[in-house]
């Protein structure tokens, strides 16, 4: 199988478009994030995060170097990140909030609000058909997890209107119309196994935080980071570590920070239960094949991951239905 740059990739990659470098890219951060010992390892060689790879790189591969130079020494800064979506996810996390205060904070931001109650309402998350028009009611029903997720809906809606970003606009509603279709699916694929649906469904959902980080600093360098041939690639190969780094500092949980930066890992082997990072991985490869010719699903059954989940063929073409049910509602609340 060849990618869009026309180089071959391992067979063990599916037959759907996904880009990923077999080698991945690995961050290894040795002391805390005051530290300067940050390097990045491609399988090919070690970068250290302040200086350059052995001989100079693509414009791309610099511009990451030092990007994630700067992720290291934290904290994260994301252009135009709305900060009442912070400090929703701090007070969430924080286990001395109550209800009420919750209410309280995302009521402040009435968008938001609606926000919530229309995810509520949405297929994916009122399977008894009962229509919800109250905040307090929306936000127990959806959950800490989901919440989470219509918080970050709401910041990547923001993100995209503001002037700063007009560049990247376009962009940043693709990937997030395909982050909306991996937590989908990953939800409904988690439904299968122990993993819990709502903390799959942000985890697909915040898959490609790392690519957002990458574009939203971007901007400004596209001219020139737009003339290296190998962009799209690097991004690709870069992006899944960029985001666990994020998500690390964001304080997530480690299994969705984990999962997020091993989402390429295609060689997993066997194990006695299923865990976040399978269910991640299946959602990405399936989100590729969703509204297309399915003539790979057999294929990609092979997976470790997907092995370990035990879907089959025509499992996986049931998860897609599932999942392509309750898009059109998820797409209309969440998407931007």
Known sequence: MVNK???QIADEVPAFGVQADKARIEIATHGDHDGNSLTFRSGKQSIAAHGTAAGEGPAALQFLVNLAGELSRGPVDLP???N???KIREALNDPRTTPEETVK???AEPRLAGRLIQTANSAAFNQSGVKVTELRTAITRLGQ???QAAAMSFAVQQMKDEPALRSIAGELKELWKKSITVASISQVVARRTKVKPDEAFLTGLLHGIGRLY???HAVGKFAALSRDEEYAEVIASWHPSIGKSVLE???VSEAMADSVGEQFNYDRGRSREPDLTDVLIVGVILAEAINKEQSGLSEVTRLGSFRNVGLTEKDCETVLKHA???LDSLQEALGC
């Open 5 to 7: 740059s026309g180089r």
């Open 84 to 86: 009442i979506v912070i």
């Open 145 to 147: 997890q989901v919440v």
């Open 249 to 251: 500092n964001w304080r």
């Open 214 to 216: 990458i574009m939203a």
């Open 80 to 82: 135009c990140f709305p």
């Open 324 to 326: 392509e049910h309750q």
């Open 105 to 107: 904070l995302v009521g």
